[in-house]
């Protein structure tokens, strides 16, 4: 079943009405569909079915524990990149021993709680980082499993902003330097290096970068084994798009199908890191229209979410659907309107030239496929409060993450006593 529908003439989030939602919660707010964040890790429990092969959720894309909690309990691990995800996920109730730790710039204090927590693994991407890894795993007692971030560049295909498996992109070790990486990583006592790791973007469409860098991988396992290192995991990163306007994704068990053709008989365990597929299009963002400005160019209609709560189409130049809560009756002329917020920057935009029906201060807006990447971006600017995030299970819902208070957000602030 589709999550979010109009039913009746009122778009739902399952069989919960948003402008119900909107009435008891307020606008904005992100709303997700439990039944659809089930269905989505299910299509990758079920294509691995068979397969040495295990996922860890990248929670960056939506780090609300109540969705972690909700695939934790469904068997899947994280992929962390900080301390503070590693926090959230082990109090979503993820053990560290399904916690995955990768990042750029891991500082010597997160990768002692790390060592400390027992993870899985951690992604090291950086010789430097070997060092830093190994002296804090000597001093806490340890030996650490740990797979090399590897650089196979391939260009994925997606925005410049969210590709990161070419040359010239800050992540992993370049894939001609990486032998000589794991040959340092093996003379450090604390280490063991177990595994290789790839990420090579986010939202990815085509199936080939993927299998490009699939097969550079491959074969450097080949020339790691030859040089006497044990590697028996490979870690293919995430980064398999949705479709937000007219994107064919790639369906799971095809992608599936294609990694185990090129890693048949690699004798290595796997692990995927899927955010967006996840959670993407399992949350919308609801909005309330502020004012309506017709203008000779286009219209502008204000609604009280903005940049600071979604900034996917201003930093990206995303799309996402943005739809009215009430169904449009009959055969309505659509007007060239741009969806902006109240924010003070030309960039606050959720859509800018777009075929809407009309609309009226007091209408909700329903900003679709606003799963990932969305509260996990929000910001304060123009103080204004983070959103609260709800969880739709069937005809009841549960807010979890109440909308921030206007005491919560002024009172961080410290105002020394001699500015006076
Ligand atoms: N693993 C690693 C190491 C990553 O860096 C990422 C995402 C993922 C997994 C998950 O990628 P996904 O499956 O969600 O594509 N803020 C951007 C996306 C940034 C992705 C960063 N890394 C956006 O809104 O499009």
């Known amino acids: ?8 003439g009122e778009m739902h989030a399952e069989s919960v009405p948003l402008s119900r939602i909107a009435r008891e919660v307020g606008t904005p707010a992100y709303v997700y569909s439990l039944a659809r964040l089930r269905e989505n890790y299910r299509a990758f429990v079920d294509a691995i079915d068979g397969m040495d092969a295990e996922v860890h959720y990248a929670m960056k894309a939506n780090s609300n524990q109540a969705v972690i909690r909700a695939f934790g309990v469904m068997g899947a691990g994280a992929d962390i990149v900080s301390e503070g995800e590693m926090r959230r996920a082990l109090a979503a109730g993820v053990p560290a021993s399904r916690i995955v730790f990768s990042g750029v710039g891991k500082k010597p204090s997160e990768l002692r709680v790390a060592v400390e927590a027992g993870l899985q693994q951690i992604n090291v991407e950086s010789r430097a980082e070997l060092d830093m890894l190994d002296a804090v795993a000597r001093a806490a007692g340890k030996v650490v499993d740990i ?3 590897v650089n196979p560049d391939v ?3 997606t925005h410049a902003k969210i590709t990161t498996g070419r040359k010239e992109n800050k992540f992993g070790i370049d894939i001609d330097l990486a032998p000589e990486a794991y040959a340092h990583a093996a003379t450090l006592p604390n280490l063991r290096p177990i595994g290789v790791a790839m990420h090579i973007g986010s939202q990815i469409v085509n199936l080939e970068p993927y299998r490009q860098a699939i097969r550079r991988m491959r074969e450097l396992v080949g020339t790691l084994r030859a040089a006497g290192h044990a590697i028996d995991r490979f870690d293919v990163g995430g980064g398999l798009g949705i479709s937000y306007r007219d994107e ?8 599936m199908a294609m990694v185990r053709e090129e890693t048949g008989n690699l004798g290595c365990r796997l692990s995927f ?3 967006r597929r996840l959670v993407g299009d399992a949350g919308v963002l609801i909005g309330e229209v502020v004012v309506v400005k017709p203008g000779v160019a286009r219209t502008f209609v204000v609604v009280d979410a903005a940049m600071n709560d979604l900034i996917r189409p201003t930093l ?16 309505v002329a659509k007007i060239v309107t741009d969806i902006v917020g109240p924010i003070c920057e030309s960039g606050d935009f959720l859509a800018q030239k777009r075929d809407m029906p009309p609309l009226a201060a007091g209408d909700l807006v329903v900003v679709k496929s606003a799963g ?4 996990t971006m929000a910001s304060t600017y123009n ?9 739709v299970d069937g005809d009841r819902y549960a807010v979890v993450r109440p909308r921030q208070t206007y005491d919560e957000l002024l009172g961080a602030d410290r105002v020394p006593a001699w500015l006076e």
Do not use: S
């Open 147 to 149: 797979a090399i971030r």
């Open 1 to 8: 079943m589709e999550p979010f529908a109009y039913r009746g």
């Open 273 to 275: 890191e899927p955010g």
């Open 155 to 157: 260009d994925a295909g």
């Open 372 to 375: 990932a990447y969305g509260a």
């Open 316 to 331: 990206y130049e995303a799309w996402h659907d943005i739809l009215p809560a009430r169904e449009p009756v009959g055969n």
């Open 248 to 255: 064919v994704p790639l369906p799971i068990a095809g992608f």
């Open 383 to 391: 103080t204004r409060p983070l959103v609260p995030e709800v969880l």
